[in-house]
């Protein structure tokens, strides 16, 4: 699948693995994913999972996408820490997490953030997801919405055939028992499986956003904003499905906008008539 080898080289990156391409930027060299002073473990549903916590205020989930870990998350952990307590754990079959005793699923994972937000105690938390990280978000939300205060959801998609073909190659089959690579591969290709309405049960306040380029289909990013009853939408000009790495300034100030403003639900007749009374003549 194209979309985890994207995903993994951004991870690999991040850890400095050997490469032949350009160095990485300086943000993806602080060991975010691989910080000993940060980082803790727990165990959920016989999973041990890796997490790190940084800064302090409101809780600030942040989830990763197919084949990544903490680390593709630099960029974000680095500028919303300041403002946050960032919240970020290795997926279960992802990076320094343990591997799921049954079938890799989404709603595990959802669940497990449900457990990692138990174990620290955390308020409802502000939860910004990738990819993959983006599907887990919405989930949470359904399966959790207590643990939810307002979402930022990257490029989800409610089934896999909302990608662009060209991102869900199909995956031969392993030789012998499936490999971690082998189950998060087929993940996205059989994966998920989310009615488009049931999330008219998701109430927190969510910003859609994906790249004009992405690799999930425009109509698709629309399906799930129209879906949505407290939704924005917010598509990113000349941006791909990696624009969080690709132009972290930009991504961040979208989704750091929207958790700092107060949430309105627009009407779009009524909002536009409110402004056009603003420049009526004066009754006479």
């Known amino acids: 699948m194209r979309l985890l080898t994207a995903l993994a080289m951004a991870a690999a990156l991040a850890a400095g693995a050997p490469t032949a391409r350009a160095q ?79 079938p890799l699923t989404f709603e595990a994972m959802s669940d497990d953030l449900a457990a990692l937000l138990d174990h620290l105690h955390a308020r409802p938390a502000y939860v910004l997801g990738w990819s993959d990280g983006a599907i887990e978000a919405l989930l949470l939300s359904l399966r959790h919405p207590e643990k939810v205060r307002m979402i930022a959801a990257m490029a989800a998609n409610l089934d896999p055939r909302g990608a662009w073909p060209e991102f869900l190659e199909p995956a031969p089959p392993p030789a012998g028992p499936p490999t971690r690579a082998d189950r998060v591969r087929r993940l996205d290709l059989d994966e998920p499986h989310i009615v488009p309405s049931a999330l008219a049960a998701v109430t927190a306040p969510t910003l859609v956003l994906a790249g004009d380029h992405d690799a999930i289909r425009d109509e698709h990013t629309l399906l799930i904003f129209r879906s949505l009853p407290n939704s924005q939408l917010a598509i990113l000009p000349d941006a791909t499905h990696m624009v969080p790495i690709d132009d972290p300034d930009r991504f961040n100030a979208v989704v750091d906008r929207f958790f700092s403003t107060p949430f309105v639900k627009r009407d779009r007749l009524q909002d536009l008539l409110k402004t056009l009374r603003k420049f009526a003549p004066p009754a006479k």
């Not at 990485?24 to 980082?39: E, H, I, Q, R, S």
């Not at 990763?64 to 960029?75: C, P, Q, R, T, V």
């Open 24 to 102: 990485p930027p300086a943000v993806f060299l602080k060991g975010y994913g691989d910080n000993a002073a940060a980082g803790q473990r727990f165990v959920h549903d016989g999973v041990s999972l890796y997490y790190e916590t940084y800064g302090a205020g409101e809780p600030l989930l942040i989830i990763h996408g197919n084949g990544a870990s903490i680390a593709s998350l630099s960029g974000q952990i680095d500028h919303f820490k300041a403002k946050y307590q960032v919240i970020v754990m290795d997926s279960r079959d992802h990076g320094r997490s343990g591997d799921a005793p049954g």
